[in-house]
């Protein structure tokens, strides 16, 4: 007679299954869709011209600022074939209150260049060229192909987008381009044109930098606030 041995159970713990991370990322998407229905790109522009432009004027100065400059650049420099011509010194002058404008006046001349030169004055679809153009890098060319052909090339990361990303426990850097890779690959993309201007929209009115509003914000129960 044959005696069957009993099976033991197995002492080995098996190791519980990490939670996605994808999942509370949609449901702040979502949260941020309900509270912000009207964020939108803060500069002003009516062409993708304008905002090639009024995006190389953003870098380390604020949205108002630039709106500000803009309306008389563009009222004498309407089109790349006219600005390509500016003489840089004049240029300077009209975007001086920018900060880092002779930097900016030489690539705003340069990109007019090419853009006249190789594209007959209109603005490239796609990232490859246009992060070829004087002042032109990843957020500026996704800013413009998100808002301006409504393109999803990537997730544009600035400030706001940073230091939000980084208190929701999203990411744990500060480096922009591994902020974009990180979120690109949890974001669904028809939702990465929006997220920058949902997050900076959060960022301005209750996250903000210095001192963030957690007792009123609608992310304060799942919010892990790293960093704050």
């Not at 949260?31 to 995006?55: G, I």
């Not at 800013?143 to 940073?162: E, K, Q, R």
Request: hydrophobic share 35%.
């Amino acid at each position: 007679m044959v005696t069957l041995k009993k099976k033991v159970p197995s002492s080995k713990k098996v190791a519980p299954k990490k939670s996605s991370k994808k999942a509370p990322i949609l449901e702040t998407i979502a949260l941020l869709k309900r509270y912000y229905p009207d964020a939108h790109c803060a500069l002003d522009y009516t062409n993708p011209f304008e905002l090639l432009v009024a995006t190389v004027l953003s870098a380390q100065c604020t949205d108002e600022r630039v709106n500000m400059v803009t309306p008389a650049l563009f009222k004498k420099y309407p089109t790349p074939q006219k600005m390509a011509k500016a003489p840089v010194e004049d240029l300077e002058t009209l975007i001086r209150s920018t900060g880092f404008y002779k930097n900016k006046a030489k690539n705003l001349k340069s990109a007019a260049i090419t853009l006249t030169e190789q594209y007959s004055g209109k603005i490239p679809q796609d990232l490859e060229s246009l992060v070829q153009l004087g002042g032109v890098g990843r957020k500026t060319a996704n800013v413009v192909l998100g808002n301006a052909f409504n393109i999803p090339s990537g997730i544009v990361v600035d400030t706001h987008v940073t230091r939000l990303s980084n208190r929701l426990g999203w990411v744990k850097t500060e480096n922009a381009v591994h902020i974009e890779q990180q979120l690109s690959k949890v974001v669904p993309k028809e939702d990465w044109i929006m997220l920058s201007h949902y997050l900076i929209s959060h960022g301005r009115a209750v996250c903000k930098a210095r001192k963030p509003d957690c007792s009123h914000c609608f992310l304060e129960e799942t919010c892990p606030k790293v960093g704050v």
